[in-house]
């Protein structure tokens, strides 16, 4: 089971980035998946989900309107569009992969995410 994030680096405060994180080793389109993010000195914190079919969608009131997830089950990857990015927005974001009724819990290793001028 992998799953690999990209798209991270260092912007200004209100640009954009696109973080992908493509899966493989198990069966993507079956999966719940989920943006976390851990700043430096605090815990990690649930971005944003997806459910398997891509129809339903929630984020942390932190970032509602700015970021958007989404995915494609036929490329095994799902993306996290950020927007209008904050200072706060630093951290390392990671990929998770859940299925409902199932231990079955995968990340990836990360990519930060830095907003500064």
């Known amino acids: 089971v992998q799953l690999v994030e990209s798209g991270g680096g260092l912007v200004q405060p209100g640009e954009s980035l696109r973080l992908s994180c493509v899966a493989s080793?198990?069966?993507?389109?079956?999966?719940?998946m989920n943006w976390y993010r851990q700043a430096a000195g605090k815990e990690r914190e649930l971005v944003a989900v997806i459910n398997s079919f891509g129809s339903r969608t929630d984020y942390a009131d932190s970032v509602k309107g700015r970021f958007t997830i989404s995915r494609d089950n036929a490329k095994n990857t799902v993306y996290l569009q950020m927007s209008s990015l904050k200072p706060p927005d630093t951290a390392v974001y990671y990929c998770n992969a859940k299925r409902l009724a199932s231990p079955d819990n995968y990340w990836g290793q990360g990519t930060q995410v830095t907003v500064s001028s």
């Open positions: 080793g198990f069966t993507f389109s079956r999966y719940i």
